[in-house]
């Protein structure tokens, strides 16, 4: 199974667009400290290697001794039957200048290594996290709302849907997630 999700993530994003990647926000004031803790994968755009599981959350964590950032990601697997993790350490690409743009690397699988940023956030109730791929022709996209709660009321996806139309991310690819199995972990 591990090996299946190693092929696929090297499938990064698969909704293509024309010309170069846009200029994203810059949190300058990124606050890492209201950012730990997990988060509920709500809506995204579609990405291969995420169609081995499902009600995907991910936890952010810093290690106390070291001040390191962790991300362990949890989902259904649904040739397991069972609820599996994943964990990757974060790292700010350019922590005083652009904090919020981070990469995400497997300790345990060196060749993977991914670039994504926290787009947009109000820390409480959702946030946004994004990744541009350049390619030789045009470029790939993924997006992800992600919120606090499991269920969240509809208007904490619509602020969320809100902030990505005023940054110009097209909403329509976004493809909301099964998340009944929250239930179960």
């Excluded at 599996?84 to 981070?102: M, Q």
């Excluded at 791929?133 to 619509?158: A, D, M, Q």
């Excluded at 602020?159 to 972990?185: N, P, R």
Aim: proline share 6%; hydrophobic share 35%; net charge negative.
């Amino acid at each position: 199974m591990m090996m299946v999700m190693m092929m696929m993530m090297g499938v990064k994003g698969q909704v293509y667009f024309r010309g170069d990647c846009p200029m994203t926000p810059i949190i300058k004031d990124f606050d890492w400290e209201r950012y730990l803790g997990r988060w509920f994968e709500q809506e995204r755009y579609f990405v291969g290697f995420q169609e081995v599981g499902r009600c995907f959350s991910y936890t952010y964590i810093k290690d106390d001794k070291t001040g390191k950032i962790s991300n362990r990601g949890d989902y259904w697997d649904i040739f397991l039957s069972r609820t599996t993790e994943l964990t990757g350490d974060v790292t700010a690409k350019r922590p005083y200048s652009a904090p919020n743009f981070l990469t995400l690397t497997f300790p345990s699988v060196p060749v993977i290594e991914d670039d994504y940023q926290v787009l947009a956030t109000d820390y409480d109730s959702w946030t946004l996290e994004y990744a541009c791929v350049p390619k030789p022709i045009g470029h790939t996209r993924n997006v992800w709302i992600l919120t606090r709660s499991p269920h969240p009321p509809y208007h904490v996806i619509g602020e969320a849907k809100t902030t990505l139309i005023s940054l110009g991310i097209d909403v329509k690819f976004l493809e909301k997630q099964d998340t009944s199995c929250f239930k179960h972990y």
